[in-house]
């Protein structure tokens, strides 16, 4: 079961917000995890690795910024 992403987008003063210049939002993207889901189980989980995707090359395109 994968939940829905959910985004919150900020700017420090909302004197400055300005709908088409992005460049001063703050925000930070979740993915609610499951109750039933504990620390333990992730922890124990075994990782996998697929030999099936190819290795990609993040480009200054594909980035996707640290939040703040």
């Known amino acids: 079961m994968v939940m829905p992403l959910e ?3 900020w700017v420090e003063n909302l004197a400055d917000f300005n ?3 992005k460049s001063g939002w ?3 993207a979740m ?3 499951p109750d039933f ?3 333990y189980m992730i ?3 075994p990782y996998r690795k697929s030999k099936k995707r190819k290795k990609t ?3 200054s395109q594909n980035k996707i910024p ?3």
């Open 43 to 45: 922890k124990k989980r």
């Open 7 to 9: 985004g919150l987008w």
């Open 57 to 59: 090359t993040c480009t």
């Open 37 to 39: 889901i504990t620390k």
């Open 19 to 21: 709908i088409q210049d």
């Open 26 to 28: 703050k925000w930070t």
């Open 31 to 33: 993915i609610r995890q």
């Open 66 to 68: 640290k939040p703040a």
